[in-house]
């Protein structure tokens, strides 16, 4: 019954910290430098075809009226339309966020796999050369920016081996996607029982998806690392080892006091993916949320810009309060008041 009190609280925050992200959301995209009317018409437009397209937008009406109108707006689920293409955010959103949220969960779930399996060995086998070997590789892991990784990869592993396709989207450029059920390309090709078309999306996935998962696997390794080592020396594993039972189990103990920190961090990760992934995106013809983003900014698209924002925040806050939740109900230790 404490859970859920504490839950319940938690949940009570989300509509101030959505509106908190409008707030934010509004204010950052009016303030930024730039005259998206300038961009929109054109070097060659005159005074009045400027004028007409400010009008036309509503930019030149005060702030205070444009923030109520976006207020009012998502109130009906209305998050305005893009400059350019004249389609609804909405629309936007939900047909670029799928790709994303595929590439954040396989990546996500190789940094969580690789990165947990390197800190378990450094920990298990702290003080060896094991353990050594293991911080190194977490180390250049981490040192190694994404962007660059991704270059990397593309050079050995596209051009100089051929073991990977051309990074030019999520199939290639003469496959057929299948008919759109989830968004989700693999998952839509499971659907439509179409394995050519997944092999594709398997195989063009495959350094995007590398490419976060050993950057990101370093974090992993380090929470992992750091909880572990302490987890292994307790008295509780200690008098199971005096107990005589297997080293598994042993280190299945050590695991459940050190799981908090690893959770903690896999939901801060996946709450930095949901927007974090977008250079990566690019760099793969990806085509998915942070890639239109990116466009969007570059265009000054302020409705699409403001989209990303909000989703990106109210994303965040969904991965924080889920996590806050679950690390309440499997660690005893958090207090609920």
């Not at 799928?98 to 990165?115: H, Q």
């Not at 051309?166 to 394995?195: K, Q, S």
Request: proline share 6%; net charge neutral; aromatic share 10%.
């Amino acid at each position: 019954m404490r859970v859920l009190g504490y839950a319940r609280r938690r949940l009570l925050f989300l509509p101030v910290g959505l509106l908190s992200v409008i707030v934010l959301a509004f204010l950052l995209v009016n303030a930024l430098p730039g005259n998206p009317v300038g961009v929109i018409a054109g070097p060659a437009a005159g005074p009045e075809e400027l004028a007409e397209i400010e009008r036309r937008l509503g930019l030149d009406r005060p702030l205070w009226e444009r923030f109520v109108d976006y207020v009012g707006g998502l109130v009906r689920g209305d998050l305005g339309s893009s400059y350019y293409t004249d389609r609804p955010i909405l629309s936007e959103i939900a047909r670029f966020a799928p790709a994303t949220l595929e590439l954040v969960f396989l990546s996500l779930t190789l940094a969580a796999v690789l990165g947990v399996a390197l800190g378990t060995v450094g920990a298990y086998f702290k003080g060896t050369l094991t353990d050594r070997a293991s911080r190194f590789v977490v180390t250049t892991f981490q040192s190694i920016p994404d962007f660059f990784l991704a270059l990397l990869l593309i050079y050995l592993c596209f051009y100089l081996a051929g073991w990977a396709p051309a990074p030019v989207g999520r199939l290639g450029l003469m496959d057929e996607p299948p008919p759109t059920v989830t968004g989700a390309l693999l998952v839509d090709a499971l659907i439509a029982g179409d394995l050519a078309t997944f092999r594709s999306a398997v195989a063009h996935s495959m350094l995007p998806v590398l490419t976060l998962g050993i950057y990101y696997s370093a974090y992993f390794a380090r929470s992992t690392y750091a909880s572990l080592v302490p987890a292994l020396e307790s008295k509780q594993v200690e008098f199971a080892r005096a107990c005589g039972l297997p080293e598994r189990t042993v280190l299945g103990y050590a695991f459940r006091q050190a799981r908090t920190p690893i959770l903690t961090y896999g939901g801060i990760l996946l709450a930095a993916l949901l927007g974090g992934a977008a250079i990566i995106e690019t760099i793969f013809s990806w085509g998915g949320f942070g890639e239109w983003a990116i466009d969007s900014i570059l265009q000054l698209d302020m409705p699409a810009v403001q989209g990303f924002i909000l989703v990106a925040g109210l994303g965040t806050l969904l991965a924080f309060t889920a996590l806050d939740i679950l690390v309440a109900v499997l660690d005893p230790r958090v207090r609920y008041d």
